[in-house]
């Protein structure tokens, strides 16, 4: 599905991103993780299309990501950050319907199969209650929500999430990224996030890449990457690892 090869990013002559070549298959969910610095959000943003790399490339379902365009980008991939849907008075059934736009033609309006679409999504993530509601007047986790819907109608292939958690307290940490869990498995969505809490990295992701100083350190399963030496080496923090009581996944305690 992608595939990143060799790409640097250099900004103000200082290497943000050094020589970084992965692959993602189709329908798996990596993880990106690292210390502050590390270079993953310049990385994400080079596979988004949004920054253009130094050197190296980038390819899209075999098909080199210069050749896109935005409109066709668009369509593919789906992207959602930190900061989520901004908090304009508009209701959440209208931010929702805007994942429909790369699928229009120019002065095209939205038919009554989108209309459709919005609405299953809306009653798949538990927004329908919500969809009168403006969205300032929502919490950050809601909104969180939100965009993860408006992105669902989009119908990407790919999704890109930046750090979907950060401003989000532990129940709506979790509700978020089930959420993405579950439409991943329903349509064989292929999924590359960002996060920084190990624990649901190594929860939710099917394999993981660790980056440090713009390079990949490690890549591989929860069991190959989440280890005491690495994270030493890394984070330079000698943290204990337990196995979750039910998943049998490495966990860290600090």
């Not at 253009?52 to 980008?73: A, F, R, V």
């Not at 059934?93 to 229009?104: E, Q, T």
């Not at 190594?202 to 890549?219: N, T």
Request: negative net charge; aromatic residues 6%; charged residues 20%.
């Amino acid at each position: 599905m992608l595939t990143v090869s060799n790409i640097s990013k250099i900004i103000d002559d200082r290497k943000i991103v050094d020589d970084v070549s992965i692959g993602v298959d189709r329908g798996s969910c990596v993880g990106l993780i690292g210390p502050n610095g590390a270079g993953k959000s310049t990385l994400m943003k080079m596979i988004s299309g949004i920054n253009q790399p130094s050197s190296g490339s980038i390819e899209l379902s075999g098909k080199s990501l210069t050749q896109w365009s935005t409109k066709q980008i668009a369509k593919k991939v789906a992207v959602l950050t930190q900061e989520g849907l901004a908090a304009y008075p508009i209701s959440v059934y209208d931010a929702v319907l805007m994942g429909r736009y790369p699928h229009l033609g120019f002065f095209q309006r939205e038919n009554k199969s989108d209309h459709d679409h919005v609405n299953r999504v809306l009653e798949l993530t538990g927004l329908a209650e919500f969809k009168d509601q403006l969205l300032d007047t929502l919490s950050g986790g809601e909104r969180q929500r939100v965009a993860i819907a408006k992105a669902m109608v989009q119908e990407p292939e790919l999704l890109l999430l930046d750090e979907p958690t950060t401003f989000l307290d532990i129940g709506y940490q979790l509700n978020v990224l089930q959420l993405v869990k579950d439409w991943q498995r329903m349509s064989n969505l292929t999924v590359v996030m960002v996060l920084h809490d190990l624990n649901l990295a190594a929860q939710f992701c099917d394999r993981l890449i660790l980056l440090d100083e713009g390079k990949v350190v490690k890549e591989g399963t929860n069991e190959e990457v989440i280890s005491a030496e690495t994270l030493f080496d890394v984070y330079h923090a000698s943290p204990e690892i337990i196995r979750h009581p039910r998943s049998n996944i490495p966990q860290i305690l600090l």
